[in-house]
């Protein structure tokens, strides 16, 4: 969901996400409002790449993710299994184009990432969280039951404002 911009984005901080293709985003967000809590899913569907950046790196963000994706071929990517989060379950996914991508932009905002972003990167698309553990549990074998590794659509990367709720977007960057 995107929410409406307003005047306190300023000091917000900035998520940048990796954009689903049409139909992957369809299914993950279809599950993610099936499992997740509704009264806590406040997001669509989505692949995190950096958790919160300086709200004053704004125009470096879109030069660079403008520059990542201008001309230049949609990543491969694959769906490869199923995480456990304890109280959630995430579908794990590789790719190493969006990781070079991933190191690029890390390499140039390393003296101010947070520990999260700092960390090995993990990607992975969460469609449960903030459950009692048996329910993750449950809908972790459910979903491995059926799994099978798969492509996955990557259709571009995106900034976005974090306010604490629905997230505003700031810019959108297609691959070709």
């Known amino acids: 969901m995107i929410a409406p911009p307003d005047h306190r984005e ?5 998520i940048i996400t990796a954009l689903l293709g049409k139909e992957d985003f369809a299914h993950f967000d279809g599950l993610r409002r099936a ?10 569907a989505h692949l995190t790449m950096f958790h919160h950046l300086m709200p004053s790196l704004e125009a470096e963000i879109r030069q660079r993710l403008a520059d990542e994706t201008r001309r230049v071929p949609a990543p491969a990517a694959r769906v490869v299994g199923l995480i456990s989060l304890g109280r959630g379950t995430a579908f794990r996914i590789e790719s190493l184009d969006l990781e070079m991508i991933r190191a690029r932009l890390a390499a140039a905002f390393a003296t101010l990432l947070l ?3 700092a960390a090995p990167w993990r990607p992975h698309i969460t469609v449960q ?3 009692p553990p048996a329910d993750a549990k449950a ?6 039951a059926d799994f099978r590794p798969r492509p996955l659509a990557i259709a571009g990367l995106a900034a976005w404002w974090y306010r604490g709720g ?3 977007l700031i810019s959108r960057h297609m691959f070709r």
């Open 139 to 144: 809908l972790t074998m459910a979903l491995q």
């Open 166 to 168: 629905p997230w505003a």
């Open 129 to 131: 969280n903030k459950v």
């Open 10 to 14: 300023e000091a917000a901080p900035i």
């Open 115 to 117: 520990p999260q972003d």
């Open 35 to 44: 499992h997740f809590p509704p009264e806590r899913n406040q997001l669509a």
